[in-house]
């Protein structure tokens, strides 16, 4: 069976010949045997207690904790138990990282379109990517409810036309109606809108809005701050805005 020296364990387990003399020195790992001149000798079992001390040290537990729960009678299992909560603190540590790097890949992105780029932009940019989701769960909605709408006006009108039965068009094209008002109320209270002059958030009037020229992502609007007009971005306002 293999034995090593002080300096020996040290160096395989990463720590300082002293930390492994102060581990004897408070009984936390006591060498097997000593050679006949009086040199400290390491067992397996001895390295292996000393990996786990390291390993406990890294979770930051104190020196006295350490000594108490090798001392249990079956200290594995709460080290299984540290284990595991050290493996679910790590994967939450990683998912938090790969947001942040996912939010500054697209930080980067986002600055590479703005044309003239400040300070204010970079709060206008973070703004849209915190609401950025939301704002695509709004137009999932009207998306969900709006293709049954549709599918209702052309499956009523061709039934009107191939059976000369024009009533369920009717009722057909009132419930498109009334869907089609909901879908625009519903997306005027969720949606707002910043102003690349004075950086504002707004929500315009209704009328204003809904006639303005837009793109997927812009429009043409009045502030209601600074009265600048013209293609503002849309973000997700919230019915409470």
């Known amino acids: 069976m293999s ?17 492994v003399q102060y581990y004897d020195t408070r009984n936390i790992l006591v060498p097997s045997e000593l050679s006949e001149g009086g040199r400290r000798l390491y067992s397996e079992e001895d390295l292996k207690r000393m990996k786990i001390i390291c390993f406990l040290r890294d979770l930051d537990l104190p020196i006295n904790t350490i000594g108490q729960l090798l001392a249990e009678e079956h200290p594995e299992i709460v080290i299984d138990l540290l284990l595991e909560q050290q493996e679910k603190t790590l994967r939450e540590e990683i998912n938090q990282c790969r947001s942040k790097l996912e939010k ?22 973070a703004y849209m990517m915190e609401n950025k989701n939301k704002l695509r769960k709004i137009r999932a909605t009207m998306l969900i409810v709006g293709i049954p709408l549709e599918i209702i006006e052309w499956v009523t009108l061709i039934y009107a036309i191939t059976t000369g039965v024009w009533w369920p068009f009717a009722l057909g094209m009132t419930v498109l109606v009334a869907g089609s008002i909901w879908m625009v109320l519903y997306y005027y209270r969720n949606v707002c809108y910043i102003c690349p002059q004075c950086h504002t958030v707004f929500r315009p009037g209704f009328s204003e809005m809904f006639w303005a020229n837009h793109t997927p992502t812009t429009r043409k609007l009045t502030c209601t701050s600074c009265g600048h007009k013209g293609f503002c971005v849309e973000v997700y306002g919230g019915e409470g805005k």
Do not use: M, N, P, W
């Open 104 to 125: 500054l890949e697209q930080l980067q992105r986002e600055i590479k379109t703005v044309e003239h780029f400040s300070v204010e932009s970079i709060g206008d940019i």
């Open 3 to 19: 034995k090593y020296t002080t300096g020996e364990i040290a160096k395989l387990c990463g720590v300082t010949v002293r930390t």
